[in-house]
């Protein structure tokens, strides 16, 4: 039985592979600021920690771990991302976690470590044309990410690498492309887009309308998390180090997207562009060099995901509405 760590299983994707992992029959400890908000967690062992102190990475990394998932990070969506107002406990607390994990799997002699890095790390100045961005891996240098979060992503993919030069640890990096899904964050101002129209659209009624920040010409791809997590295991399985796109190339508007979202619905809403952040104008993911390393890219349409993630957050809205009652 081989057993693994997951940093950050409370988050989103974390509990999500922490269940995948188990049930390809792994021992899993899971260690996080929090439990997962909307599910029981599947690991072995969770821990209640605060991965920037280095005594808690310590006690978590206490043994030679076949494989470290490390997803723990400060992040959220464009509102929490893009304001300005979040960049120094995001570069502080993100590149200390990464810090001081890696120094801990050096000392435990641990095998193999999964770095979770973005799509965020892709200069500004290559994805002006929202219907033509470059997102090819080869294309981060120079480097100019348009947020803090994308720069100290940048960084941490570089420190990664530098342990596997200088301390023979095995590293696996994958650069994602807006991960979403149920049991994902779908309010409070940390939620991505998808998760947020889904809401806007959930609690509108008939003759509504939403309001999509920016003109709504803003272009992106969005990967399903059962697609993220294949790419995940298969990237783990294979002999490639990265860095790596998991995400999806099938770009859309994020007006597009609202519309898509509506008529999942069934409802008669209308879309309100107003000011907000935007981030970039064009995101898509280049899935050229996954397909040639580990021979996989992902599958499921962008509606099929979408469906799926609108009906679990409307249950959420309604609890909720119920609960206010």
């Known amino acids: ?22 049930n390809e029959g792994y021992w899993v400890r ?32 206490n043994r030679p771990f076949d494989e470290i998932y490390q997803l723990a990070a400060d992040m959220g969506g464009a509102g929490f991302i893009f304001t300005g107002e979040n960049d120094a ?26 770095y979770s890095s973005s799509a965020c790390i892709y200069p500004e ?15 981060a240098y120079p480097a100019q990410p348009d ?24 590293v696996r990096v994958a650069r994602f492309h807006n991960i979403f899904g149920p049991e994902g964050t779908w309010t409070g101002g940390r939620e991505k887009a998808p998760a947020a129209v889904c809401r806007k659209v959930a609690e509108a009624e008939d003759g509504d309308h939403i309001e999509i920040w920016g003109d709504g010409k803003q272009t992106r791809s969005f ?33 597009d997207l609202a519309k898509m979202v509506i008529e999942i ?14 981030g970039v104008r064009g995101r898509n993911s280049d899935n050229r060099l996954i397909q040639e390393k580990i021979h996989w890219k992902p599958t499921l349409p962008l509606r099929e995901g979408m469906a799926k993630t609108f009906r679990w957050i409307a249950e959420q809205v309604e609890k909720t509405v119920l609960e206010t009652k």
Request: hydrophobic residues 40%.
């Open 223 to 255: 990967l399903y998390i059962d697609e993220c997590l294949e790419g995940v295991r298969r990237l783990m399985e294979s002999d490639f180090s990265g860095p790596v796109n998991i995400g999806s190339d099938e770009m859309i508007a994020i007006n």
């Open 30 to 61: 899971a260690v996080d600021l929090k439990h997962p908000e909307f599910s029981d967690f599947a690991a072995d062992e969770f821990i209640l920690g605060d991965l920037r102190d280095p005594v808690v990475c310590g006690r978590v990394v």
């Open 265 to 278: 619905s069934g409802k008669q809403i209308s879309i309100k562009n107003i000011p907000g952040p935007t």
């Open 89 to 114: 406990d995001i570069m502080h607390n993100s590149a200390l976690v990464n810090l001081n994990i890696l120094h801990a799997a050096r000392m435990a002699n641990v095998k193999k470590i999964f």
């Open 1 to 22: 039985m081989k057993h693994a760590l997951v940093c950050g299983g409370g988050g989103f994707i974390g509990s999500h592979l922490c269940l995948r992992l188990k």
């Open 147 to 170: 947020s803090e979060y994308g720069w100290e992503k940048l960084f941490s993919e570089r420190l990664y690498f530098t342990y596997q030069r200088n301390y023979g640890l095995e």
């Open 125 to 139: 100045f290559n994805q002006l044309d929202p219907d033509n961005p470059v997102c090819s891996e080869d294309s």
